[in-house]
C-alpha cells in the first residue's frame, strides 16, 4: 500500500486477505486487509517524525520504504531506511536506491552484490517508538503477567497461563498491550521489537512459518547474536528472558531523508546512494 505524506510515497505492506485468480492469469485482492500492527508502524513514524520536527510538504515526488521486510518492493530511486529483506521472498537486489539505514547487516550483505557502498547505520524504526510517541508509557504494575504475541501466520491459541495478544487489533492497542505485560513471548518481530525497546522482558518464540533471517537481521543490527528461541509458551518460561537490548536512537534518526520534505534541498544531492557494482 501507498501512503501519501507532502510528495512522499510511503510505502508498507497491507495486502487484503483473500487472492483471487482471474480469467487473465492474474491474481485479484478482495475483503479486508490483514492490518498486522508492526506493517502499520512505518507510516506512523514517519508521520510522527516529519510532524515533531515541522518538516515542509515540499519536494520532489518520491517513495520511502521502512518498517518490515518490504525491500523487493522497492523501485530504482526510491529511498530505504532501516528496511530488510524479506527470507521469503527470493528476488535479485533493486538497482538504483538510495539506501540511507538497513534494519541489519544481514540485509546489507544481500544488496552487496548489487551495491559497492553502503551505509552502516542499522536499525528498525520501530525502536523509535519510545521516543516519538511518549502517550505510550509502561505501568508500574502491568496487570497481564505473561502474553503471547504470535506472528500473523502463526496460529493463536488462548491458554490458561498466559494472554493472547491479536497482532491485527489497532496498534495503540498492540502497543500497550505489549507494555502491560510483565513478560512477553512473541514470534512476531515487531512485538519483540518493541518489547524490548520499553525493556518488557520478552523471549523471541520461534515461527512455524517465518525464516530465521529477519529475526537473525535485526539482532545483528543491534550489535547481538539471536539468542535461543522457545519452542513455545512454556519453554519461554523455563528459559527466562533474552539479553535487553542497548540502542542509542541518534545515529538511526539522523539518516532519516528529511530532505524529502524540505523547500529548498534537492532529493538527490543530499542522499545516500548506493552505487552500482
Not at 60 to 75: N, Q
Request: proline share 10%; net charge positive.
Amino acid at each position: 500500500m501507498i501512503e501519501r505524506n507532502g510528495s512522499v510515497e510511503l510505502f508498507f505492506w497491507n495486502p487484503r486477505t483473500v487472492r483471487l485468480g482471474s480469467l487473465f492469469g492474474r491474481h485479484v485482492e478482495v475483503g479486508p486487509r490483514k492490518s498486522n500492527f508492526g506493517d502499520l508502524l512505518g507510516p506512523m513514524i514517519v508521520r510522527r517524525l516529519v510532524k515533531k520536527e515541522g518538516l515542509g510538504a515540499g519536494g520532489s515526488p518520491a517513495m520511502l520504504l521502512t518498517v518490515g521486510s518490504v525491500l523487493h518492493f522497492g523501485r530504482p530511486e526510491a529511498h530505504v531506511w532501516g528496511t530488510g529483506r524479506n527470507g521469503k521472498v527470493e528476488s535479485e537486489p533493486v538497482p538504483g536506491m538510495y539506501i540511507h539505514a538497513l534494519r541489519g547487516p544481514l540485509t546489507a550483505r544481500y544488496l552487496s552484490s548489487r551495491y559497492t557502498t553502503l551505509p552502516d547505520t542499522y536499525g528498525d524504526p520501530g525502536l523509535l517508538v519510545p521516543y516519538l510517541f511518549p502517550e505510550f508509557t509502561r505501568p508500574e504494575s502491568p496487570s497481564r503477567k505473561i502474553g503471547v504475541l504470535a506472528n500473523l501466520n502463526d496460529k493463536r491459541e488462548p491458554g490458561d497461563t498466559f494472554s493472547v495478544i491479536e497482532p491485527t487489533a489497532p496498534v495503540d492497542q498492540v502497543v500497550r498491550a505489549i507494555l502491560d505485560c510483565e513478560y512477553l513471548v512473541t514470534s512476531s518481530l515487531h512485538g519483540l521489537i518493541i518489547a524490548e525497546s520499553f525493556g518488557v522482558p520478552v523471549r523471541h518464540m520461534r515461527s512455524d512459518h517465518e525464516p530465521r533471517f529477519k529475526y537473525e537481521d535485526y539482532f545483528e543490527g543491534t550489535g547481538r547474536r539471536m539468542p535461543p528461541s522457545a519452542h513455545n509458551p512454556m519453554h519461554a518460561l523455563d528459559l527466562g528472558p533474552q539479553d535487553p537490548v542497548t540502542f542509542d536512537p541518534e545515529p538511526l534518526l539522523a539518516a532519516f531523508p528529511r530532505h524529502l520534505w524540505s523547500r529548498t534541498a534537492s532529493s538527490k544531492s543530499n542522499s545516500k546512494r548506493g552505487a552500482a557494482a
